[in-house]
């Protein structure tokens, strides 16, 4: 069976696009090996999930999350170290999440001559630049210029991020969105709803917008929280953690139609997206990489169908407007939040708009879509190796 070695900068708790892709390939009997990075050695330190996909986590190179410049230090161990666990292998391809692992997967791919794989989750220099400064962020990039030219091939989260690599002469592409299974959504009842709006203290009549995703920089949180101030009879649910957790709470102080509920576990994700009447989800437009941030948090509600409130910037925007799944934000400040949560108090224009997004989700917005571009990208690989 062709072996699959893929290398990952988290500790893959699980990473939801990571254990998609892993499960994808091993159901089509590839042999696939994670090897991860556990910063702070807070998980075992190997693991098989179900699939078969085997988990190696590195806990020999200590850091934390968030450490800005001093982040260089540490990550050259940590491609030794997976350099190290990845050669006795033998892989036939090693699959790179994000830039940070792109430098191992080319040390590997020089000394077996494995196939490399790059998977683009996001721009990565445009994220490091909410931590870095200036003269790093421009390094990154030539560095990922630099290593870009020595892989075979790039699946990208972002179709913005794919058309700008395209416009650079890089290929092949393949756009493989952060997108879900839609059968945890097509099982969901309306007893369960009815029960879990219960133990938070609502009805099935009472109106819920909610936030399921990261508190980073690049999130406009605290303008979603000031407009709930002149919105009583709405509640908002937020489920998050990061570095915006203490600012958010600051925000909430004793409102009582704000609930922060703390982290969400995956698998429960699309219970609280279809218990939600709105999802929302802004980025900062000034932030360099927002307009490559392919969110997880608005294909769930279009597969819950469920309408959103989002800023007309980059992906976001570009799904938004084709699919016809929620309103734009021209600017995000709470007045137009609090409009926009206003005009969509009217049921029918919920629906008309939940159901575009959820007919969007059927069609392509689902993994059974993204997973059939993943198998043929690997299967053109193999025949390439093969000549």
């Known amino acids: 069976m062709p072996i699959v070695v893929m290398l990952l900068s988290n500790a893959f708790r699980p990473d939801p696009r990571v254990l998609k892709e892993a499960n994808s390939l091993a159901a089509a009997g590839y042999t696939v090996t994670i090897i991860c990075w556990d910063r702070l050695s807070e998980l075992p330190s190997e693991d098989t999930l179900e699939s078969g996909v085997r988990l190696l986590r590195i806990q020999n190179v200590r850091t934390v999350y968030g450490a800005g410049a001093r982040q260089i230090l540490k990550t050259p161990r940590f491609w030794s170290a997976a350099v190290r666990k990845a050669l006795p292998l033998e892989p036939d391809v090693v699959h790179c999440h994000d830039l940070d692992t792109l430098y191992a997967g080319w040390q590997v791919k020089r000394k077996l001559g494995c196939k490399l794989l790059f998977d683009a989750h996001e721009d990565y220099p445009a994220l490091m630049s909410l931590y870095l400064p200036g003269i790093f962020v421009y390094l990154l990039r030539l560095f990922e210029r630099y290593l870009l030219k020595r892989v075979d091939a790039t699946v990208a989260a972002s179709s913005v991020f794919m058309d700008k690599l395209n416009s650079a002469g890089f290929s092949p592409l393949v756009h493989i969105p952060n997108v879900p299974y839609l059968e945890p959504f097509r099982g969901i009842r309306l007893e369960e709803i009815a029960n879990v709006r219960q133990g938070?203290?609502?009805?099935?009549?009472?109106?819920?917008?909610?936030?399921?995703?990261?508190?980073?920089?690049?999130?406009?949180?605290?303008?979603?929280?000031?407009?709930?101030?002149?919105?009583?009879?709405?509640?908002?649910?937020?489920?998050?953690?990061?570095?915006?957790?203490?600012?958010?709470?600051?925000?909430?102080?004793?409102?009582?139609?704000?609930?922060?509920?703390?982290?969400?576990?995956?698998?429960?994700?699309?219970?609280?997206?279809?218990?939600?009447?709105?999802?929302?989800?802004?980025?900062k437009p000034d932030y360099p990489g927002a307009a490559?941030?392919?969110?997880?948090?608005?294909?769930?509600?279009?597969?819950?169908?469920?309408?959103?409130?989002?800023?007309?910037?980059?992906?976001?925007?570009?799904?938004?407007?084709?699919?016809?799944?929620?309103?734009?934000?021209?600017?995000?400040?709470?007045?137009?939040i609090r409009e926009a949560i206003l005009k969509l108090a009217d049921p029918a224009l919920r629906n008309r708009l939940g159901i575009a997004g959820w007919q969007a989700a059927q069609s392509e917005y689902n993994w059974s879509v993204s997973e059939a571009r993943l198998l043929d990208l690997y299967q053109s690989l193999r025949t390439k190796k093969k000549k």
């Open 292 to 336: 490559y941030n392919a969110s997880n948090t608005l294909s769930n509600a279009m597969a819950a169908g469920k309408p959103v409130i989002a800023n007309d910037i980059g992906d976001l925007g570009r799904m938004v407007r084709s699919t016809g799944c929620g309103l734009l934000l021209e600017e995000v400040t709470p007045q137009a």
């Open 200 to 283: 938070l203290g609502l009805g099935l009549e009472d109106y819920v917008v909610c936030y399921i995703g990261g508190f980073t920089r690049n999130r406009l949180l605290l303008p979603l929280i000031e407009a709930m101030r002149s919105l009583p009879e709405v509640t908002l649910l937020l489920f998050g953690d990061g570095h915006q957790r203490q600012a958010v709470e600051d925000s909430i102080g004793e409102m009582a139609n704000v609930k922060y509920l703390g982290w969400l576990p995956a698998g429960q994700v699309p219970l609280y997206s279809c218990l939600s009447d709105v999802i929302y989800y802004c980025l």
